[in-house]
């Protein structure tokens, strides 16, 4: 089992950076694989950015060169820098974590993009 807590969340303007950060229980060298994703209002979840336990990262088209994913394997945390927000950005913000074939979800944090 492995518990993960979004923080980082709240209310953005258009333009400005936000960062979220992804706590997991268990040490983030056991887990496979973590990402972010998102559900904004009236759609379905996306994908928004991915890291393996190697390193590899992978982006969604409409991110790509905005936002960074990163991992601190001491801090057993995963995060994501968002910059350059839009208003089309505002969702609610997921952590995901892949371990031996298992799937775990955050609880979710709210991200809004207004001025």
């Known amino acids: 089992q492995v518990q993960l807590v979004e923080s980082g969340g709240g209310l953005v303007q258009p333009g400005g950076p936000l960062r979220l950060s992804c706590a997991a229980s268990k040490s983030i060298f056991s887990i496979d694989a973590m990402g972010w994703y998102r559900r904004a209002p009236g759609k379905l979840r996306e994908l928004v950015a991915t890291i393996t336990s190697g390193g590899s990262t992978n982006y969604a088209d409409s991110v790509q060169g905005r936002f960074t994913i990163s991992r601190d394997n001491a801090k057993n945390t995963v995060s994501l820098q968002m910059n350059s927000l839009k208003p089309e950005d505002t969702a609610v913000y997921y952590c995901?974590?892949?371990?031996?074939?298992?799937?775990?979800w955050g609880q979710g944090t709210q991200v809004t993009v207004s001025s």
């Open positions: 995901k974590a892949i371990r031996s074939g298992w799937v775990y």
